[in-house]
């Protein structure tokens, strides 16, 4: 037996505009205003927290000093359009 998913109805104004491209999307892709509406936020919702991920595991690495110098990042950077380009930092 398979169990529904429990689901709420949320309320938000968007812009007329915007609410008319929804429309037209779903209308052209075939699906209803709801599941374009429930692809974006989840979209949205999946990249806020791979940002936030990031973010937290860059501060944890400033933190632990395993953060590579704006000096040697240049350097490994100018160095890309020579005949002798220098290793990949690390």
């Known amino acids: ?3 529904p998913i429990e689901t709420r109805v949320i309320t938000a104004h968007v812009p007329a505009q915007l609410a008319k491209k929804v429309d037209q999307l779903a209308e052209r892709v075939g699906c209803s205003t709801d599941w374009i509406v429930k692809q974006a936020l989840a979209a949205w919702i999946d990249q806020e927290e791979e940002r936030t991920r990031l973010t937290c595991e860059a501060l944890a690495e400033v933190d ?7 000096q040697t990042v240049q ?11 220098l290793p990949v930092p690390r």
């Open 1 to 3: 037996m398979v169990c």
């Open 64 to 70: 632990t000093d395993s953060m590579i110098d704006h």
């Open 75 to 85: 350097a490994w950077a100018g160095s890309l359009s020579t005949d002798n380009p």
